[in-house]
């Protein structure tokens, strides 16, 4: 079973690797820069295995480089309060 098959199981692998980044002295302009180029191969590269995948991918491609930054950010804010 892949991380993308369920939308809760692929929040909390986000909020794993979010910690250990964090914990690795991270900072979060990187993390940033880092989480909007996972969120662009993803967009690119991987089906949406659920609803939940879908909508981001279409809110992704729709989006403006400065848009994606923002749902990046946004994405990382919504595993950090899980």
């Given at each position: 079973m892949s991380v993308l098959d369920n939308f809760e199981t692929w929040k909390g692998f986000l909020a794993n690797r979010?910690?250990?980044a964090q914990q690795q002295g991270m900072d979060q302009q990187t993390m940033n820069s880092i989480a909007a180029e996972v969120g662009d191969y993803l967009a690119q590269h991987v089906d949406a295995k659920?609803?939940?995948?879908?909508?981001?991918?279409?809110?992704?491609?729709?989006?403006?480089e400065q848009e994606q930054q923002a749902l990046a950010s946004t994405m990382?804010?919504?595993?950090?309060?899980s």
């Open positions: 979010l910690q250990q659920n609803k939940e995948e879908a909508v981001l991918k279409e809110l992704w491609n729709a989006a403006s990382m804010k919504l595993v950090q309060k």
